[in-house]
């Protein structure tokens, strides 16, 4: 079939063409190709050479998959042409294995229909800015729901942890991280944290009229920092909805893997997590999201993003740091080295379960129901283990009021639950998907949705078993392999009270003081850049 001759009409017969025309390749002046800007898309054709012929492959971008676009001229004082490029994430077929993920592709292309350097710039101006308007007007949504934006341009506030994982994280913000807020126009200032709990006390003290977003390039242990400081300020109600955004520069990255999660897009860890969730940080549609009001025994409350782990998670999450160096392996190491030695920890379990109820799994159907007084918030801990003393901070005095949880000292209430067994392999709250980057823990969570995901296992469960409930996490699935001893509940309350005098309690990855717990979800309280 012979091809073509150029038509305008011809380039996209979907949409009506908004922008027509021909340029020459950036790379190659002896290459030009027609180009085409619809409503929701950019078409590119090469055109052959020496009759104007269009080839017969033709490149079609979604805007929904761009992140920004540019226009330029050179240095070089010789050369009139001007130029403008077009930076996409389309999700790609990877080339090593099977699956896709999303892979950067720039469009480049030169302006040089004229010997004056100034109307060619404007052109490419012309361009850049018919770009960037069509993708602020593709409006998403979520289940029918406008999403909210970032205001543009976008002022961010940076925060790196040079010490995070593999010590990797300043080189990932030195690569491809700044390379793509440049492709996007994001301004930011980069803040590199020299200590801990440094950006808790940069957030906390910090105007924040000058910032319109805050990012962190880190594990989870960062974002926990930034939360606490911005409900440690005298006007935390504002300050808690500024727009937070995370890029996975740490071991765990599980709210990383989360946010990813949400978008809808396939499993991915390592260097295609930190495109995706640099991809969905360009884009700046903010959701809510909830947090978890956390009481420990001494009266310090904290709050939480993730989870709170009580045993076997908890153990493998402190004591895995000795792994860092080798990354998110360090987990899998964590987990075999406390298979080798399981433990049972003791203790009383109770909560108040979410009104739906849906989705509850588990061989016990149905905690002991109270009413009351015997079950009190009760310190049966002589004392706390020296690393917990060492990591404990300062008390927030502000935040929502916790209507769900009673006094430290006083029971609970007779709608809340008592769980029967007081023998445990694990207890592990969560209220966003993943706990790592590849563990799937609460599949059905979501950013906004005001429920915690109550897992328990009870005691008696073998290696065996309890290696294959991992193993089963990694696809979201251990919830539908009918093991007896796990329980799943979905509530929004809790309390934990552990009989033995030493052990270990994680909120988000992080050790907190060891001891008698109470918490409660806040839904939508705070703001998270999302997919």
């Known amino acids: 079939m012979e091809p073509k001759k150029v038509d305008p009409s011809l380039i996209n017969d979907s949409s009506q063409v908004v922008l027509y025309g021909e340029f020459l390749a950036a790379d190659n002046p002896k290459v030009k190709f027609v180009v085409s800007l619809t409503e929701t898309d950019l078409a590119v054709q090469k055109l052959l050479a020496p009759s104007p012929v269009l080839g017969r492959s033709r490149q079609t971008f979604n805007l929904k998959d761009c992140v920004g676009a540019r226009s330029y001229r050179e240095d070089d004082n010789e050369d009139s042409g001007a130029y403008f490029s077009v ?17 950067r592709v720039e469009q480049c292309f030169q302006v040089a229909s004229v010997q004056d350097p100034r109307a060619n710039l404007e052109e490419a101006d012309k361009w850049a800015r018919a770009i960037q308007q069509r993708m602020g007007l593709l409006q998403p949504s979520r289940d029918g729901v406008l999403l909210s934006e970032v205001r543009r341009p976008c002022r961010v506030m940076l925060l790196v942890n040079p010490q995070s994982g593999k010590g990797q994280a300043l ?11 440049h492709e996007a126009g994001v301004p930011h200032t980069l803040f590199i944290t020299e200590r801990k709990n440094h950006a808790r006390e940069l957030v906390r003290e910090a105007d924040l009229s000058q910032w319109d977003a805050l990012v962190i390039i880190s594990g989870d242990g960062l974002l926990y920092e930034v939360v606490n400081g911005l409900l440690e300020r005298e006007d935390w109600e504002q300050a808690i909805h500024t727009p937070l955004g995370i890029l ?3 071991s765990g990255n599980a709210l990383a893997a989360s946010i990813h999660h949400y978008s809808g897009g396939p499993l991915v860890s390592s260097e295609e997590l930190l495109v995706s969730c640099g991809f969905i940080l360009c884009k700046g549609l903010v959701s809510r999201m909830d947090l978890t009001s956390v009481h420990l025994g001494s009266g310090q409350r904290l709050f939480s993003f993730l989870s709170l782990a009580w045993g076997f998670v908890a153990d493998v999450d402190v004591e895995s740091e000795k792994y860092r160096h ?5 987990f899998t190491v964590g987990t075999l080295v406390r298979l080798a030695s399981l433990r049972v920890y003791r203790g009383r379990l109770s909560y108040l379960p979410a009104d739906d109820g849906d989705g509850d799994t588990g061989a016990e159907r149905g905690a002991i129901p ?5 079950h009190t918030f009760r310190n049966t801990c002589s004392s706390n283990n020296a690393l917990n003393t060492k990591r404990r901070e300062t008390p927030s005095l502000y935040g929502p009021a916790d209507s769900l949880l009673p006094p430290a000292d006083g029971p609970v209430s007779g709608d809340w639950a008592v769980v029967p067994e007081e023998d445990f392999v694990l207890m592990l709250a969560m209220y966003q998907s993943c706990l790592a980057e590849d563990l799937l823990a609460a599949p059905n969570a979501a950013l906004d949705q005001g429920v915690i995901h109550l897992m328990y296992v009870k005691a008696g469960i073998s290696r065996a078993s309890l290696l294959k409930l991992f193993l089963a ?11 007896p001893h796990l329980v799943y509940r979905r509530v929004r309350a809790l309390r934990l009270e552990p009989y033995a005098a030493k052990g270990l309690i994680t909120v988000d990855g992080e050790a907190v003081e060891y001891g008698p717990v109470q918490a409660q979800v806040h839904r939508g309280l705070a703001r998270m850049i999302t997919g």
Do not use: D, I
């Open 87 to 103: 930076y996409f994430y389309p999700l790609k077929k990877r080339w090593m294995s099977t699956g896709v993920s999303r892979q």
């Open 171 to 181: 080189a990932l913000y030195n690569g491809p991280v700044q390379r793509m807020l």
């Open 248 to 250: 996975p520069g740490g």
């Open 326 to 330: 080798v990354g998110a392996a360090r």
């Open 370 to 374: 109270t009413g009351g007084g015997e």
């Open 473 to 483: 996490m990694e696809k979201g699935t251990h919830l539908a392999t009918g093991c």
